[in-house]
């Protein structure tokens, strides 16, 4: 494939995952809107989130694996096609309830996209610098998606109303579909089965996880319906691994997990989105509670993370190769950590510039050097028809960071309250959910420390042989 298309093929699935990323953001500004046309408040509000949420974690190993089998290129646009048309559904709702179902095919359509688009960068650019140089670029636009969006919301949402923040996504998916035919290789699909009772089984179970999870904070931990979901989601998720032990060809290969690499990896995801998403829900309820500020300057109070984020995986990129992804892991592990411990400082009438600029900035550092890393130790070592499924394990990793770690956090926060509405049982709620989400990165990070990675000369194995001849097919093609 010439360098030039190369290039214009990482800035097609760079946007795509920025559209995955901040399809939870960008609806956050929008939130109030939204709850005034319909006159909806509480949880049927929150279920706009949710649905995208539960969709997305719930189809993220199937998407994974009908890409690795039906062809990466084919899955991807059906994926981002399916998002822009949720997209316009959303954006002409005439009630909530299609808001809700549109939200949830969203879900749908990143969870196809996602993991394809890993899939194709590995298959584009040949392991080596070229990849670790387009993985810090994707690394960038995904860590620094979610701020990108929370400001481009609350923009959109003032300047144009909320049905805006949807009609934007339905353009940049229609630009990333004109440019798919033309710039990505053309797929094939593998002699292997979908595994369609293993793809319900787990589906079902992770989106009662995320069910349950979201619940948990507004029904209670203890009500029926919460306990009922995790219970079921416990018996899906131990039938789906029992299922998948007899299968000759399992959607999820458990001998993926054999891969020290991998399984670092997916620690570092869960970790690194249990911080970052934790300080993300607690910071606005902070500046906008205690200091006053609106939800568009709360938002801007994180743009610095996206520009940090940049400008920091690019400097990682320079050093990554299979013998830096540990010890980038665990740099960034120990960066968010530190990072959010900062905010711990945080008074009832506190200052940007001293109390929180200096922790984003932290923070931040450590997203960007994590991310590449990360999403490379995802692949290592893996036959290239699995990269697909491998993408999908850690963004699900991923997702429970930002769902169950979260919920952790809220827990410790209304614990530590009381229940308490005065600024400072508020705020010793939130120091205390900042020390559990400081001591979890740190502890991520000691234990990727002590994970013994293979020498470099291990892992090139009958994989990376593989992964030769479909970058060359790949290039005729």
Known sequence: MPENRRRWALVLLAGALALDVSGVAVINAALPSIGDEYNIVGTTLQWTMTAYAIAFAGFLLFGGRVADVLGRRKIFAVGIGLFALASLGAALAP????????????????????????????????????RHRALAVYAATGASSFSAGLVAGGVLTDLLGWRSVFAFSVIVGVLILAGVRALLPAG???????DIPGAVLVTLSIGL???????????????????????LALIGLASFVAWEKGRTEPLLPLSI??????????????????????????????????????????????VPMGIVVIISSQIAGRFMSPAAYKPLMTASLLLIGTGIALWVGTPENGSYWTH???????MSIGQGVGFGSMTAATLEGLPHHQHGVAGAVNVTAQQIGSSIGVAI???????????GTSPADQLAGFHAAYWVAAAI?????????????????????????????????????
Do not use: C, D
């Open 356 to 362: 929180m600029l200096p922790g984003i900035v932290v």
């Open 441 to 477: 990165g740190l502890l991520g990070a000691l234990t990727v420390l002590l994970t013994k990675f293979p020498r470099a000369s291990a892992l090139a194995t009958p994989a990376a042989e593989e992964e030769e001849a479909i970058t060359v097919t790949a290039e005729r093609t």
């Open 95 to 130: 009630n909530v309830g299609v808001l809700i179902a549109a939200r949830a095919l969203q879900g749908i359509g990143a969870a196809l996209s996602g993991p394809a688009s890993l899939a194709l960068l590995s298959q584009i650019f040949p392991e080596g610098p070229q």
């Open 409 to 419: 956090l809220v827990a410790v926060s209304t614990g530590v309250s009381g229940g």
């Open 188 to 194: 094939r699909r593998q002699p292997h089965s979908l």
């Open 257 to 302: 997990f054999h891969s020290r690499p991998v399984r670092a990896a997916s620690l570092t995801g869960a970790v690194f989105y249990t911080g970052v998403s934790g300080l993300l829900f607690f910071s606005p309820l902070y500046m906008q509670g205690m200091l006053g500020y609106s939800a568009f300057e709360s938002s801007l109070a994180v």
């Open 209 to 231: 996880v995320v069910y349950g999870v979201s619940e948990g904070s507004e029904a209670g931990w203890g009500s029926v319906q919460v306990l009922v979901s995790l219970v």
